[in-house]
């Protein structure tokens, strides 16, 4: 990475103005239910307390813009959750404290009173519809709370926002540990892979990763494509999928990447078997069958077992490994069985020595439900980022960044 990071500032005595993702998941009652980025943003915290600065946290938190009333937003979407959650991980900090405000002259007086080591956190960023706007005037307010902006929310920085892209075009930007971790591991890993280098692309619509597949086209060993948009591969292909979700408007696109890969080293691989079901259901009725024999009124809903085998023989063989999107409809039981099954063979590749990456949401909550979460080398943070990278774009919240 190319970037400044942390590391090469002297922070004794400086306030830390640090864009973090404390994007979480809440219930019902306000309860955080997966405090996951919390925690990966607090190497970077304690960094900086330790080493003698103030910190100033900044974060989104969900869409309050689709709230009918401020009562609501407030409900909903208030950080104050994350500030709790923070203070009882981060003990070592003397104060962990909240404003009610996003920017402003509040927020001001509270980072002006801010001492080494203690942490203040601002309200959602959200809250201001200047943020997503990338208005100057907010990020000149930002600009305001710190003297050196950190950019550690790598989920967010595929955005051109106040807070990730605006205010460090105001304040020496640089880098914290979790994105300096995933740039290293995304990028790297595709710039200078270990081979054979097998990539996992699922999920449901092509439209949704046509850049993806593109630029990793030239750069992987195999590519291997499952779920949803499998079957509009397929369907480009001239299978009959029946009642299966099918891109009509991608099958010309789809062509043209069968044939891009056809062309060159790579070997692009569909599944040769389906399981397929009556319906979109847990209780429907399923069998297994080739994928040129689904039969009409039934739909795959994940890939077979011989496919299941090929697949898992790419990844184990693999050095390297990235994997975004499941193989089937992973949430309903009956059809877990092939996005589980690769998840245990990245397990099972890292143990072996490759570096294998999942990013996605999907396929984050798929290795994490298996179970196997701590037993492959990088999960990614960042959804929508992470698609970007992959896709060989350049996030505006990094570039923006001083360089090393």
Same mark, same amino acid.
């Given at each position: ?91 070592? =900090? /003397? !104060?962990?404290?909240?404003? *009610?405000?996003?920017? +402003?002259? #509040? ?6 009173? @801010? ?46 926002? =106040? /807070? !990730?892209?605006?205010?460090? *075009?105001?304040?020496? +930007?640089? #880098? ?6 995933? @740039? ?221």
């Amino acid at each position: 990475m190319n970037k400044k990071t942390v590391r090469d500032i002297e922070w004794n005595g400086k306030r830390a103005l640090v864009r973090v993702d404390f994007n979480v998941p809440l219930d019902e009652n306000g309860e955080i239910t997966d405090d996951t980025r919390i925690r990966e943003s607090l190497p970077t915290i304690r960094y900086l307390l330790e080493h003698g600065a103030s910190v100033v946290l900044m974060s989104h938190l969900g869409r309050p813009n689709k709230a009918k009333s401020e009562a609501e937003m407030i409900r909903k979407f208030s950080l104050k959750p994350a500030a709790e959650r923070l203070f009882e991980l981060l003990p070592e =900090a /003397s !104060t962990v404290n909240k404003t *009610r405000v996003v920017s +402003g002259e #509040a927020a001001e007086a509270a980072a002006a009173d @801010l001492q080494p080591g203690q942490v203040l956190l601002l309200e959602n960023t959200r809250f201001d519809k200047r943020e997503e706007a990338n208005d100057p005037t907010l990020a000149a307010e930002f600009a305001r709370l710190g003297d050196i902006y950190v950019n550690d929310a790598f989920g967010s920085s595929h955005r051109a926002h =106040a /807070s !990730t892209e605006g205010v460090a *075009r105001l304040l020496p +930007g640089v #880098a914290g540990f979790l994105l300096e971790k995933e @740039l290293n591991f995304l990028v790297d890993t595709i710039a200078n892979p270990q081979r054979p280098f097998v990539t996992i692309i699922g999920g449901a619509k092509i439209s949704d990763k046509i850049g993806v597949i593109n630029n990793l086209l030239g750069k992987v060993d195999a590519l291997l494509i499952g779920g949803g948009m499998a079957n509009t591969f397929l369907a480009a292909q001239g299978y009959d999928m029946a009642d299966s979700l099918v891109e009509q408007e991608s099958l010309d696109i789809a062509r043209q990447l069968i044939n891009k890969a056809s062309g060159s080293k790579v070997k692009l691989v569909l599944p040769t078997d389906a399981v397929i079901a009556d319906a979109f259901s847990a209780d429907a009725q399923r069998q297994v069958v080739s994928v040129d024999a689904i039969p009409a009124g039934w739909r795959m809903l994940d890939i077979g077992p011989a496919s299941v085998t090929a697949f898992s023989e790419f990844v184990v063989g693999a050095k390297t490994v990235i994997w975004n999107g499941p193989m089937g409809v992973f949430e309903l039981e009956p059809f877990a069985v092939g996005t589980n099954t690769i998840a245990q063979a990245l397990a099972q590749a890292t143990a072996a020595g490759a570096i294998t990456v999942v990013g996605g949401g999907d396929s984050v909550a798929a290795i994490e439900q298996s179970g196997l979460a701590d037993q492959v080398s990088h999960i990614s943070t960042g959804g929508g980022a992470s698609l970007e990278l992959l896709e060989g774009k350049e996030l505006p919240g990094v570039v923006v960044l001083q360089d090393a």
